[in-house]
């Protein structure tokens, strides 16, 4: 076989006064034939070259089956009467939602079942399954579960799905005493719906044609979608809206945000006669989010803000609107200390912070008076990931905590506040054995251009680096302050138990270090973002960690961008790249307003069409503008068609582009286009475990371990529990 070539099809564009010619738009004709036939020969050109790694695919995914437990159970969650848990099922995708009813009223501990659980049996006495999401993706090539949420008197569930791949979700309504569906349908929704107290309503929102959220409605059920109340309509485009509830219960509210300014809307269920208000009105650069407690017998709206600091601090408010002037300081800004969170408790408060670049958890114990002690609840490990979910209930005296490192799998606890106990609840197995002492964590950290350090946490199997460097896959992302920690995979495994090491560089326009590390990675220092990345690179192989012969990079989405933005500016440091759905075509969509999510996300990367120094910025670090003559290493671009966030169109240009770039036709640039995907890819979990050693297979061939035979699993499947705080 021979690469496809696209053809040329050139439309140019003057904007500021330079002239911008593209040789490619035409791909983004979704329903044209010719695209399809193109993008259908790019999937068998990516076959015919990787044909001799299928018996590795299937090696890797057999390896991750193996490992996991297939039949399983998640820990349960208490809401209100009843322990609501997830089930999966060997040879099931998708598997199902249950529920069990509590057993007495002070009972917070949650049910554990038989360990000789038969698939087909309760795993816990007095199981109903909610939904069962097999029977749901039947006859669909692609199945999403979006949000479901059940009503306050647990008799009714809504439900959100989508089959096509482009996250608009139908809702549906479920009686869970009958079974039956009831006639409401509501299409067209961002995620999913919105309860509200008395459980006669809901909320929800829809998008635009830009696929914009920008109307929140209320749907009285027992009616038609075309009756419902418009409650918000969001008219500014950088905007986007949602809706939901305060843990109390209490309290409505309507955000309205963009990347940089916030304002709420909030409806009181004691006072509905009020109407819906607005708590603080949007001024430019604020950003707040609002929770509802009860502090020293009164009560307040919780404010995370940042009036007082770019790190934010946690501030109180009166029940009513109330100016940032208004808000009395609970926890005050620390500029080394970033305050993402705060989830409100009737007995305590838990702020979600990080500093140094690492997660933490910090309990505030109210009392009569106010706060009586204020604490972190402290891990040992050096790098690691801890956050806390699953904790609906506002009076419960417990708080459900996920935690992680590159090492431990993911591990839920609870924490009791009363006695400060931390309980291990359950780690997920591993199965064949498997010991998290057999591998060694690492924090690195690289020097920018700029003299900025750059954390880097990696992981690797425990003597592997023994004779010198080892083959290392380093994984970046630096957009959005969305922050990469640590985490624990099963797949990974292919990579460590092998020989090669994973590592995570901490980029700037991630949040890892604190809001400046996101404002230093945005806008016009973008570059900061890829010169932090090949920085990484480059200190691995200066300290004999990694040699470029077998460094491969990876990243998706934004972190796509800044993998085409890295092999454009240092490709002699790779090995292989591997790009999923790869925002390489940055300044085409930027400059578009129709495209999705553009005008909203101006205040990331800026509006090059407006502003000419913004135009000279990107266009400096655009991947698919900066494909030059130059030796590049392979890639590997993954898209899927469906994919609503970032369009397929981008990769394929920038495929496209490169094998034409140059004097030869670079064979080992390959493009794999997921023909009825979404952003996330496949759906089911069987299908995604082949999508990932289909990568990971790609990747160990890039190393030169295509051939290595993996290091045997440890005959413990045992690991220490994180100290008690």
Same mark, same amino acid.
């Given at each position: 076989?021979?690469p496809?070539?696209?053809?040329?099809?050139?439309?140019?564009?003057?904007?500021?006064?330079?002239?911008?010619?593209?040789?490619?738009?035409?791909?983004?004709?979704?329903?044209?034939?010719?695209?399809?036939?193109?993008?259908?020969?790019?999937?068998?050109w990516?076959?015919d070259?990787?044909?001799?790694?299928a018996?590795?695919?299937?090696?890797?995914?057999d390896?991750?089956?193996?490992r996991?437990?297939?039949?399983?159970?998640?820990?349960?969650?208490?809401?209100?009467?009843?322990?609501?848990?997830?089930?999966?099922?060997?040879?099931?995708?998708?598997?199902?939602?249950?529920?069990?009813?509590?057993?007495?009223?002070?009972?917070?501990?949650?049910?554990?079942?038989?360990?000789?659980?038969?698939?087909?049996?309760?795993?816990?006495?007095?199981?109903?399954?909610?939904?069962?999401l097999?029977?749901l993706?039947?006859?669909?090539?692609?199945?999403s579960?979006?949000?479901?949420?059940?009503?306050p008197?647990?008799?009714?569930?809504?439900?959100?799905?989508?089959?096509?791949?482009?996250?608009?979700?139908?809702?549906?309504?479920?009686?869970?005493?009958?079974?039956?569906l009831?006639?409401?349908?509501?299409t067209?929704v961002m995620?999913?719906?919105?309860?509200d107290?008395?459980?006669?309503?809901?909320y929800?929102?829809?998008?635009?044609?830009?696929?914009?959220?920008?109307?929140?409605?209320?749907?009285?059920?027992?009616?038609?979608?075309?009756?419902?109340?418009?409650?918000?309509?969001e008219?500014?485009?950088?905007?986007?809206?949602?809706?939901?509830?305060?843990?109390?219960?209490?309290?409505?509210?309507?955000?309205?945000?963009?990347?940089?300014?916030?304002?709420y809307?909030?409806?009181?269920?004691?006072?509905p006669?009020a109407?819906?208000?607005?708590?603080a009105?949007?001024?430019e650069?604020?950003?707040?989010?609002?929770?509802?407690?009860?502090?020293?017998g009164?009560?307040?709206?919780?404010?995370?803000?940042?009036?007082?600091g770019?790190?934010?601090?946690?501030?109180l408010?009166?029940?009513?609107?109330t100016?940032?002037?208004?808000?009395?300081?609970?926890?005050?800004?620390?500029?080394?200390v970033?305050?993402?969170?705060?989830?409100?408790?009737?007995?305590?408060?838990?702020?979600?912070?990080?500093?140094?670049?690492?997660?933490?958890?910090?309990?505030l114990?109210?009392?009569p008076?106010g706060?009586?002690?204020?604490?972190?609840?402290?891990?040992?490990d050096e790098?690691?990931?801890?956050g806390?979910?699953?904790?609906?209930?506002?009076?419960?005296?417990?708080v459900?905590?996920?935690?992680?490192?590159?090492?431990?799998?993911?591990?839920v606890?609870?924490?009791?506040?009363?006695t400060?106990?931390l309980?291990?609840l359950?780690?997920?197995?591993?199965?064949?054995?498997?010991d998290?002492?057999d591998y060694?964590?690492?924090?690195?950290?690289?020097?920018?251009?700029d003299?900025?350090?750059?954390?880097?946490?990696?992981?690797?199997?425990?003597?592997?680096?023994?004779?010198?460097?080892?083959?290392v896959?380093?994984?970046?992302? /630096?957009?959005? #302050?969305?922050?990469?920690?640590? %985490?624990? @995979?099963? +797949?990974?495994? &292919?990579l460590? !138990?092998?020989?090669?090491?994973?590592?995570?560089?901490?980029?700037?326009?991630?949040?890892?270090?604190?809001?400046?590390?996101?404002d230093?990675?945005?806008?016009?220092?973008?570059?900061?973002?890829?010169?932090d990345?090949?920085?990484?690179?480059?200190?691995l192989?200066?300290?004999?960690?990694?040699?470029t012969?077998?460094?491969?990079?990876?990243?998706?989405?934004?972190?796509?961008?800044?993998?085409?933005?890295?092999v454009?500016?240092?490709?002699?440091?790779?090995?292989?790249?591997?790009?999923?759905?790869?925002?390489?075509?940055?300044?085409?969509?930027m400059?578009?307003?129709?495209?999705?999510l553009?005008?909203?996300?101006?205040?990331?990367? /800026?509006?090059? #069409?407006a502003?000419?120094?913004? %135009?000279? @910025?990107? +266009?400096?670090y &655009?991947?698919? !503008?900066?494909?030059?003559?130059?030796a590049?290493?392979?890639i590997?671009?993954?898209?899927?068609?469906n994919?609503?966030?970032?369009?397929?169109?981008e990769?394929?240009?920038?495929?496209?582009?490169?094998?034409?770039?140059?004097?030869?036709?670079?064979?080992?640039?390959?493009?794999?286009?997921?023909?009825?995907?979404?952003?996330?890819?496949?759906?089911?979990?069987?299908?995604?475990?082949?999508?990932?050693?289909?990568?990971?297979a790609?990747?160990?061939?890039?190393m030169?371990?295509?051939?290595?035979?993996?290091?045997?699993?440890?005959p413990?499947?045992?690991a220490?529990?994180?100290?008690?705080?």
């Amino acid at each position: 076989m021979q690469p496809p070539v696209a053809e040329r099809r050139p439309t140019s564009r003057e904007i500021h006064g330079l002239t911008r010619t593209d040789d490619y738009e035409w791909l983004r004709e979704k329903d044209s034939d010719d695209v399809t036939a193109y993008l259908e020969a790019e999937n068998a050109w990516t076959q015919d070259r990787t044909a001799h790694l299928a018996d590795l695919r299937q090696s890797i995914f057999d390896a991750i089956k193996e490992r996991t437990l297939e039949t399983d159970l998640s820990v349960p969650t208490r809401s209100r009467g009843y322990w609501y848990y997830g089930r999966s099922f060997e040879g099931k995708e998708y598997g199902a939602s249950c529920r069990v009813p509590v057993s007495a009223p002070d009972d917070w501990t949650p049910p554990t079942p038989a360990a000789d659980c038969a698939p087909d049996q309760p795993a816990l006495p007095g199981e109903q399954v909610l939904l069962d999401l097999d029977a749901l993706a039947e006859g669909h090539e692609f199945f999403s579960l979006g949000g479901s949420s059940v009503s306050p008197d647990a008799r009714l569930l809504a439900y959100a799905v989508d089959v096509v791949g482009d996250e608009r979700y139908t809702v549906r309504f479920k009686d869970l005493d009958s079974g039956e569906l009831l006639d409401d349908q509501l299409t067209g929704v961002m995620g999913g719906a919105t309860w509200d107290r008395a459980g006669e309503n809901v909320y929800y929102a829809t998008v635009d044609e830009s696929w914009r959220p920008d109307k929140v409605w209320r749907h009285r059920l027992g009616t038609t979608q075309a009756d419902d109340e418009l409650v918000h309509h969001e008219l500014d485009g950088r905007f986007f809206t949602g809706v939901g509830r305060t843990r109390s219960d209490r309290f409505l509210v309507v955000m309205a945000g963009s990347k940089i300014t916030s304002e709420y809307h909030f409806l009181d269920a004691d006072d509905p006669d009020a109407g819906w208000q607005v708590f603080a009105e949007r001024v430019e650069g604020l950003e707040y989010s609002l929770d509802h407690a009860v502090v020293a017998g009164e009560d307040v709206f919780v404010v995370t803000h940042n009036a007082t600091g770019p790190d934010f601090e946690i501030g109180l408010a009166p029940v009513a609107p109330t100016p940032a002037a208004g808000w009395r300081p609970l926890v005050p800004h620390r500029a080394s200390v970033r305050i993402e969170d705060v989830d409100a408790f009737a007995s305590h408060l838990v702020v979600h912070q990080r500093s140094d670049g690492l997660t933490q958890l910090r309990i505030l114990e109210l009392g009569p008076d106010g706060v009586t002690d204020d604490y972190l609840v402290g891990f040992d490990d050096e790098i690691y990931t801890v956050g806390s979910g699953g904790n609906p209930n506002f009076h419960q005296p417990t708080v459900r905590i996920g935690y992680t490192t590159l090492a431990v799998p993911a591990s839920v606890h609870d924490y009791d506040v009363r006695t400060r106990e931390l309980t291990l609840l359950r780690r997920t197995p591993v199965l064949g054995g498997y010991d998290p002492a057999d591998y060694e964590e690492h924090r690195l950290w690289a020097v920018a251009d700029d003299g900025a350090r750059v954390p880097i946490s990696l992981v690797v199997r425990s003597g592997a680096r023994t004779d010198g460097p080892v083959p290392v896959l380093l994984y970046g992302y /630096g957009s959005y #302050e969305v922050s990469i920690d640590p %985490y624990f @995979s099963i +797949a990974r495994l &292919a990579l460590l !138990d092998r020989g090669a090491a994973f590592a995570i560089a901490h980029v700037r326009g991630g949040g890892e270090m604190g809001r400046h590390w996101y404002d230093d990675g945005k806008m016009t220092k973008k570059q900061h973002t890829f010169s932090d990345f090949i920085a990484c690179a480059r200190h691995l192989v200066d300290t004999g960690w990694a040699s470029t012969d077998t460094l491969v990079a990876e990243g998706a989405s934004a972190g796509g961008l800044l993998m085409g933005a890295v092999v454009n500016q240092a490709p002699e440091l790779f090995a292989g790249i591997v790009a999923g759905v790869p925002f390489v075509d940055a300044l085409t969509t930027m400059l578009d307003s129709t495209l999705p999510l553009t005008v909203t996300e101006y205040d990331e990367w /800026g509006n090059p #069409e407006a502003d000419a120094e913004v %135009y000279a @910025s990107m +266009a400096a670090y &655009a991947p698919y !503008d900066n494909v030059s003559d130059q030796a590049y290493p392979p890639i590997l671009a993954e898209t899927s068609l469906n994919d609503t966030r970032v369009l397929y169109v981008e990769p394929a240009k920038w495929v496209a582009k490169l094998r034409a770039t140059g004097a030869d036709l670079r064979p080992d640039v390959l493009l794999r286009c997921e023909m009825s995907g979404g952003h996330g890819g496949v759906s089911g979990r069987y299908k995604s475990w082949h999508d990932r050693a289909f990568t990971l297979a790609w990747i160990l061939d890039r190393m030169g371990l295509a051939a290595a035979t993996p290091s045997a699993p440890a005959p413990s499947a045992t690991a220490a529990a994180p100290k008690t705080p």
